[in-house]
């Protein structure tokens, strides 16, 4: 007998005792499969040639806080909202920054041709020189005085005019900074900066547009959002208020970013119901890394301090089938019953979360795979 011959003849032999056994031998992966699931006509039901082949396991027993999970959008924290006003009124000569901008404190935005400048340097160059005529009328009194050519009164009135003039010039000085004129170098032109770092989330000018809050037109040229943390508007039923509280840890997922977890904190609970579909509004402050833009939608989940028991499983006992979770528990005899559970999070060590269906302690199917093929066709 030569070799090739011998080898089929080995082969046919390990089948055979393989079938007598209850397995059965795959030859073209050289496995031994589980004995094949037998169907029942009842879905919930699946009988097996040997059901000590599917090792089971205990459900085990984990606390984990209560949750809530709400909807919301995401938007800018209005204590963060700053505008940018131009206090000298006048026609935009240049811009130089857009909607969307990213921009740094003290970066320059507009430019801005205003007669309000002329007005404030013409009344800078009258209290400089009444200044200087009052000082110099001080000084001939008081000189005047020490020599007994005029009366204390008088010298009074000299100081008096001199300390108003002094006032005066300081006036005007405070106006041209007011304005963001510098004295030693006067334009008709005003700068008009960034007060903050952030992004320019509105603006309200163009070229040739008026500025100011004396002209025509909106008085705010830009509005600048410091987006380093930002508020997640939720809306939040009615019967769910007493589940929330001020200062609840809520762990934020944006639509766009569903792998990422971000954590944030329940800053305000509106005292106010909206009275069509009896829900508050619930504000969540988050920090901001970068990944939030102002409209996204998120899913926030509100943990509590109580806690709940839930089972536990290993990720294997869970099957994944028609966007439903099952899990087999034994049903007698040589059959398993499919039960239908809500699954929460992936837990340490491959384990997962059930919400409802299984119980601690109760007995499941530790590994589905085996099942899954007749389970799909029941």
């Known amino acids: 007998m030569n070799a090739a011959l011998l080898k089929t003849v080995c ?4 089948c055979l005792v393989l079938a007598g056994c209850g397995k059965k031998f795959d030859p073209a992966s050289g496995e031994v499969q589980p004995s094949p699931a037998i169907e029942t006509g009842n879905p919930a039901i699946v009988r097996v040639q040997k059901p000590q082949e599917y090792p089971l396991v205990i459900a085990g027993r984990v606390e984990t806080p209560n949750k809530l999970e709400v909807t919301g959008s995401v938007f800018p924290d209005i204590n963060r909202e700053i505008p940018v006003i131009s206090l000298a009124s006048g026609r935009v000569v240049d811009i130089r920054a857009r909607l969307d901008d990213n921009v740094h404190r003290g970066q320059l935005l507009l430019k801005v041709q205003s ?5 404030a340097f013409d009344t800078y160059l009258k209290a400089v020189n009444d200044e200087l005529m009052a000082n110099k009328a001080y000084v001939r009194a008081r000189d005047l005085f020490s020599h007994g050519a005029i009366s204390q009164a008088m010298l009074e009135q000299a100081q008096d005019g001199e300390d108003d003039a002094k006032t005066d010039l300081t006036a005007a000085e405070q106006q041209l900074k007011t304005l ?13 900066y960034a007060p903050i770092p952030g992004v320019i989330v509105a603006q309200n000018v163009t070229n040739a547009a008026a500025a100011g809050v004396t002209y025509s037109g909106s008085s705010t040229a830009f509005t600048i959002a410091d987006l380093s943390v930002v508020w997640i508007i939720c809306d939040v039923y009615e019967n769910d208020l007493p589940k929330i509280r001020l200062g609840q ?4 997922r944006l639509t766009a970013y569903p792998d990422q977890v971000f954590t944030g904190r329940v800053s305000d609970i509106s005292p106010v119901l909206d009275p069509t579909i009896r829900t508050a509004k619930v504000r969540i402050e988050v920090p901001n890394p970068g990944t939030f833009r102002l409209g996204m939608y998120v899913t926030a989940t509100l943990l509590s301090r109580t806690k709940t028991a839930h089972a536990i499983v290993p990720a294997t006992a869970v099957l994944h089938l028609h966007d439903r979770d099952w899990v087999f528990e034994p049903a007698g005899g040589n059959q398993f019953r499919r039960l239908e559970v809500i699954t929460g999070d992936m837990l340490p060590g491959n384990m997962q979360e059930i ?4 119980q601690p302690g109760q007995q499941v199917v530790a590994r589905v795979l085996e099942l899954e093929a007749t389970a799909e066709a029941q």
């Open 11 to 14: 082969c046919l032999l390990g």
């Open 115 to 119: 007669p309000d400048v002329t007005i």
């Open 180 to 192: 963001g004129v510098d004295k030693n170098h006067p334009s008709s032109i005003v700068n008009v």
């Open 249 to 252: 840890e809520a762990r934020i």
């Open 355 to 358: 919400l409802s269906g299984v």
